[in-house]
């Protein structure tokens, strides 16, 4: 069996499998159904000051996703204290509490949540682009706490490395990229509405942002010297193992855990084991950062590549030729045939190719 305990910013983690921020850590009840569903550790949902008032509907599932209203949490911090965090910590898992925005909110919460967390998790989503309030917030955490302080950054047009280099210098020990993506808007077609409340406007999240994460930590990864959680689009093992190949350490899931349950975290976990055990890779550090390191050995070779067939992979199945827009495939007595003088190396069909019978190597 492979080993998929993972140790991040000096949490020890049963597996690298966490519920991200929102609904799947919106209570303790939450939490500890996170931990039953197999999690490595826990999140909470961002709390503030002041309880969030949201727009309903605020959840609408699209093709790839889903869009959200939400804000931070709506339960007073009182309550988290009172009640929520300590019957999370029940579970005996690593509790990330998550905490926004601003430098005075942090100031006031941190002392609070103190005794119960294991780690914070600083949300960026409404502190703006300008670095100084995120790096006042991060600043204000860490003089207030003696555990890790994450920062989760938000792929809001602004530059993440920058954002990253900002965080890492006013004292951040880890990241969490990517937070959900928009604003969006999806409409109901029978009545022109928007499937959202409020202005309708809603954040993105699932498999449809899972490209966006993977850069932002590929990206982040190459220049900054930090853990990284990833999160974005995540549903399955081979999701994350794509995700520690970028260069995280460990990964969160949102979206999947709301619409599948929390079960899908034990799932996840499951699968990334058996995929390293399928590869006879001993534990997630073997993999993590390959393309990073993959990326710089392939900077000298740009070659022209087209496709290797493999005759005997092949099931005939005709997906290549239909999306060869050069023409350059066909299926003949149900078995695909190259022509390389049209073939363009666009690799399309490499990605299409169900039975990986097309490859580039
Ligand atoms: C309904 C909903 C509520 C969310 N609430 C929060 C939140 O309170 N704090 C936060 O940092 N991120 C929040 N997120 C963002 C997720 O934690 C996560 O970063 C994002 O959805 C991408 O992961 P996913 O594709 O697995 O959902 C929320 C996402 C959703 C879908």
């Not at 919106?26 to 039953?36: D, T």
């Not at 926004?100 to 502190?127: M, N, Q």
């Not at 949102?254 to 001993?282: R, V």
């Not at 007595?333 to 580039?360: V, Y």
Request: with cysteine; hydrophobic share 45%; net charge negative.
């Amino acid at each position: 069996m492979a080993d998929v305990e993972v140790s991040v910013c000096g949490l020890k983690l049963r597996n690298p499998v966490l519920p991200a921020a929102g609904p799947p850590g919106r209570n303790g009840a939450a939490l500890i159904a996170c931990a039953r569903g197999g999690a490595g550790g826990l999140v909470s949902k961002t709390v503030s000051v002041t309880p969030a008032r949201i727009p309903t509907p605020n959840m609408a599932e699209i093709r790839c996703g889903l869009l959200n209203t939400e804000l931070w949490s709506e339960i007073p911090v009182e309550q988290w204290v009172a009640t929520e965090y300590a019957l999370a910590k029940e579970s005996g898992l690593p509790l990330i509490i998550g905490l926004g925005y601003t430098a005075d909110d942090i100031a006031k919460l941190a002392p609070r949540v103190r005794p119960f967390a294991d780690a914070v998790e600083l949300s960026t989503h409404y502190v703006g682009e300008d670095p100084g309030p995120m790096m006042d917030a991060i600043r204000a955490a860490k003089q207030a706490l003696d555990v890790p302080v994450l920062v989760k950054l938000s792929p809001l047009g602004r530059n993440m490395v920058a954002a990253a280099q900002s965080a890492r210098d006013a004292g951040a020990d880890g990241l969490v990229l990517i937070n959900s993506f928009g604003p969006c808007l999806a409409l109901d077609t029978e009545t022109g509405d928007p499937l959202l409340g409020g202005e309708g406007y809603g954040w993105l999240s699932g498999p449809a942002i899972k490209p966006l994460a993977i850069r932002c930590i590929f990206d982040v990864a190459r220049q900054v010297n930090l853990p990284i959680f990833g999160a974005g689009g995540i549903t399955r093992g081979i999701d994350a193992i794509e995700m520690f190949m970028a260069g995280a350490s460990a990964v969160q899931v949102c979206t999947a855990a709301i619409l599948q349950g929390p079960t899908i975290l034990g799932k996840i976990a499951a699968e990334i084991n058996s995929w390293l055990d399928d590869h006879d890779i001993p534990s997630i550090a073997d993999i993590q950062g390959r393309a990073l390191r993959r990326a710089s050995e392939r900077q000298s070779s740009r070659d022209f590549v087209h496709p290797i067939l493999d005759v005997q992979a092949c099931t005939g199945c005709g997906l290549c030729e239909t999306s060869c827009v050069y023409g350059a495939i066909h299926v003949r007595e149900h078995k695909a045939t190259l022509d390389p003088q049209l073939c363009t190396g666009c690799g399309l069909c490499i990605t299409r190719c169900r039975p990986r019978a097309l490859r580039l190597h």
